[in-house]
Structure formats: C-alpha cells, structure tokens
C-alpha cells in the first residue's frame, strides 16, 4: 500500500458519517452501498462487517432526524481530522 494511503475500516467510515453522506449521493441515481453485518440487533454500530457491496434501489434519501444525525457525526469527524488536512494535501 503507498505511504499516502491509510486503511480504514467499514466501521469507522460508518461512524464517521461520511457512509451515510455517499448514499445519499448514490440514492439521487437509484445506487447504494449495502453494507451486511453481524447481529446488528445485539451490537448495534459495533456489530462486525460481513459485506460490503453496491445495488441499484428505489430508496431515496433518509430521515430529517437520520440526517441530522450524519451531520453532526460529519462534524465531529471534521473537527478531529480537519487541522491535519492542510499538512496532508502538502505531500
């Protein structure tokens, strides 16, 4: 892997909310990205990734209170990474 790439993992891209933000852009052209875990109903967020994969979907948009939600978790995730972007683009 190059030395300007950091794996991250479908679990932190989730909770950063930035999942959430490109569904809604893949939804506006009838695409989402499924993501299956394990034993969501026990674990919740921390339930472990079995698979990942794109579909086509009638689904369009999420909730007013989902979204508000990807918003304050892009925020957050913003908030910790965003003073690092300037030093990393200079590479």
């Not at 679990?11 to 394990?38: H, I, P, Y």
Request: with cysteine; glycine share 6%.
């Amino acid at each position: 892997m190059s030395k300007n790439l950091e794996r991250k993992t479908w679990e932190e891209f989730r909770k950063s909310g930035l999942f959430m933000f490109v569904n809604l852009v893949l939804q506006a052209f009838g695409w989402s990205l499924v993501v299956e875990v394990e034993n969501y109903k026990e674990l919740g967020e921390n339930a472990p990734v079995k698979d990942v994969y794109p579909c086509r979907s009638r689904f369009r948009g999420f909730s007013d209170a989902d979204q508000t939600e990807m918003h304050e978790r892009i925020a957050a995730y913003l908030g910790e990474a965003g003073p690092n972007f300037k030093e990393e683009i200079k590479d």
